[in-house]
């Protein structure tokens, strides 16, 4: 089964990806993760979009997906938390703007949906990558409780930042992300969209999985005998 879920930032994306990866039994995957990587190449090679062109084909990048978080490492170097610094955050709706990165996240994100058992979260995933998705969800909640949302994840992993800094990151990005040419972030016309700016974490999960369980398709008709309580 393959579940879609895109969504601006602070939505709460992967902790529902993740939480229905886990009550499902499925693989988690993180495409957000995979042009962060790339734009932690393209700052190390001095901003130069030619040089990461040039890199695409052997980026050296390698991606683990857990339950608690994305992992991700360049060659045997560890760079799981340079991907969520400052600069990158500044960076990446830049470099995922552009057509090449664009399309070698696709071929990566194809190999680690490969088994055809993924919950895949990202911006264009249910419009551009898995348009055939079993289900698709667009998650969104208003700006403000999505950038206090993001806020608070990043105090709680000790980092100094103001709420004003990470709600003019989060604007910014969705300005960039929704108004680019190729594949900007969108509500799939056959997406569940769900708002949560007044949802539990339990609420917005339950909602998924309700769907699943009531929507058996053409591919998955026993749905509901593969999600956990
Ligand atoms: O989900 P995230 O905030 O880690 O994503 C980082 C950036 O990557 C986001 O601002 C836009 C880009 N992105 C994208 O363009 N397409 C995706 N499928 C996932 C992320």
Request: proline share 3%.
């Amino acid at each position: 089964m393959i579940i879609v879920i895109d969504g601006p930032a602070g939505a709460g994306k992967s902790t529902t990806a993740k939480e229905i990866a886990r009550r499902a039994g499925l693989d988690y995957v993180d495409s957000g993760a995979m042009y962060r990587g790339f734009t932690y190449l393209y700052l190390k090679h001095g901003k130069d979009r030619s040089r990461l062109a040039g890199l695409l084909d052997d980026h050296g990048l390698r991606f683990e997906f857990h339950s608690t978080e994305a992992r991700v490492f360049h060659g045997e170097m560890e760079i799981t938390s340079d991907i969520r610094s400052d600069i990158v955050n500044s960076h990446v709706s830049e470099v995922a703007a552009m057509e090449e990165v664009r399309n070698a996240v696709r071929l990566l994100l194809r190999d680690a949906s490969a088994n055809g058992n993924a919950v895949l979260e990202g911006r264009d995933l249910g419009t551009v990558v898995f348009p055939d998705a079993d289900y698709k969800f667009f998650l969104t909640a208003d700006p403000e409780a999505r950038a206090r949302r993001r806020y608070d994840e990043r105090i709680r992993k000790g980092e100094q930042v103001s709420l004003q800094q990470v709600r003019e990151n989060v604007d910014t990005r969705d300005r960039i992300d929704s108004s680019r040419d190729i594949a900007p972030l969108k509500k799939a016309d056959d997406a569940v969209e769900i708002e949560s700016t007044s949802l539990t974490f339990e609420e917005q999960v339950t909602r998924i999985l309700q769907h699943i369980r009531s929507t058996p398709t053409e591919t998955q008709p026993n749905n509901s005998d593969q999600l956990k309580q």
